[in-house]
């Protein structure tokens, strides 16, 4: 099992910043990739950015691409995402996911995650 806690989502401004944090607990060893996800009322949920939780290589979705950043605090197991120039179509519940499939990335970062957290959600005021 990975146990994955979000927090940092909060109502921002538009133009504002938000960092997401994610704590990664349990079968850490195991991890392969770690990542976030962002979900809006009536639509899909979204790939937004993922780590290969061994190797640090990053990996960004079109949705927010330019305005974020994603990195990861090996000694602490936490990953975080730092958003800027945030709009108001960030609005959105915003899930870290892990895999600990040997394969992931292979078609997708966004792809093959098997472990949830429950989300935090993000609120861009205009």
């Avoid at 133009?15 to 990664?24: A, D, I, K």
């Avoid at 991890?31 to 993922?50: C, D, I, L, M």
């Avoid at 780590?51 to 090996?74: C, F, K, L, N, V």
């Avoid at 800027?84 to 078609?107: F, I, M, Q």
Wanted: charged share 20%; proline share 3%; aromatic share 10%.
């Amino acid at each position: 099992q990975v146990q994955l806690e979000e927090s940092g989502g909060g109502l921002v401004q538009t133009g504002g910043s938000l960092t997401l944090t994610c704590e990664v607990s349990g079968r850490t060893a195991e991890t392969v990739g770690v990542g976030w996800h962002r979900q809006s009322p009536g639509k899909e949920r979204e790939f937004v950015a993922a780590i290969a939780w061994p190797t640090g290589t990053e990996y960004y979705g079109d949705s927010m691409r330019g305005r974020i950043t994603i990195s990861r605090d090996s000694a602490k197991n936490t990953l975080n995402l730092q958003m800027n120039s945030l709009k108001p179509e960030d609005t959105a519940v915003y899930y870290c996911a892990a895999s600990t499939h040997r394969g992931w990335g292979r078609t997708g970062p966004q792809y093959e995650y098997n472990y949830w957290g429950q989300g935090t959600q993000v609120t861009v005021s205009s």
